[in-house]
């Protein structure tokens, strides 16, 4: 398996633009898991899923952000105006079972001008 | 909130010297308790893990102890190097609120020749 994918690997973007970044899981995983990784607060759990179903979002700093899995292989995070403050590496992370390692994506670095 | 407690950073150290990263956790029950590694630019990685008391997980020369008494899974390595120079995470998983990995900041390490 090839890992965790994620795509873009860098996006830049204008405010008040909408932006959606992408995640593979790997395949048979069965939780997906959202960071946002910044300097001033670290790596910060989003969201995450379990067999396509959001399990907790309590994360997700405001309603400008939503997060989809319409299926075991694909996941979207998106940013609805996007803001400066969204800049950030947001990682997507899967694993197989309950108390599991979890695998990392690359990051998507974002910025927001 | 986050469930865990770990050494703050950043951390500088000679190569050769011996390394200690304190980690606490908040659980009921008995976690699974997990050291990440992150390099510059990539994602996280698995280093070490432990999922009972008691056992100790161990990886490229680093080593860590489940306690449940203290609740601690502190990070140790005998002699450090160049290449070790990296933010660590201690994660413990399946706590009271479920499957989240909390990570926080990290612990950064910065080795010198």
């Known amino acids: 398996d090839a890992g965790v994918i994620q795509s873009p690997r860098h996006e830049v973007t204008e405010m008040g633009q909408e932006v959606t970044l992408r995640c593979k899981p790997i395949?048979?995983?069965?939780?997906l898991f959202w960071y946002r990784q910044t300097m001033m607060r670290g790596l910060e759990l989003l969201i995450y899923f379990n067999n396509n179903v959001p399990i907790d979002d309590s994360g997700m700093p405001e309603d400008r952000f939503s997060a989809k899995m319409p299926n075991a292989s694909f996941s979207t995070l998106k940013i609805q105006p996007s803001e400066p403050r969204d800049s950030a590496v947001y990682f997507c992370?899967?694993?197989?079972?309950?108390?599991?390692?979890?695998?990392f994506g690359q990051g998507t670095r974002l910025t927001v001008v | 909130g986050n469930s865990v407690t770990q050494m703050e950073g950043p951390v500088t150290l000679s190569e050769e010297a011996f390394l200690t990263i304190n980690c606490t956790y908040t659980a009921t029950g008995y976690p699974s308790l997990f050291w990440y590694v992150q390099y510059p630019g990539e994602g996280l990685q698995l280093l070490l893990k432990?999922?009972?008391?008691?056992d100790k997980g161990s990886n490229k020369g680093f080593e860590a102890t489940y306690r449940k008494e203290t609740t601690s899974f502190h990070l140790e390595k005998g002699s450090v190097q160049v290449s070790d120079s990296a933010v660590y995470f201690c994660?413990?998983?399946?706590?009271?609120?479920?499957?989240?990995?909390?990570f926080g900041t990290g612990t950064s390490l910065t080795v010198i020749p």
């Open positions: 395949s048979g995983h069965d939780y």
């Open positions: 994660a413990p998983v399946n706590c009271p609120t479920g499957n989240q990995f909390y």
């Open positions: 992370a899967s694993s197989f079972a309950w108390g599991t390692e979890a695998f």
């Open positions: 432990a999922t009972k008391a008691d």
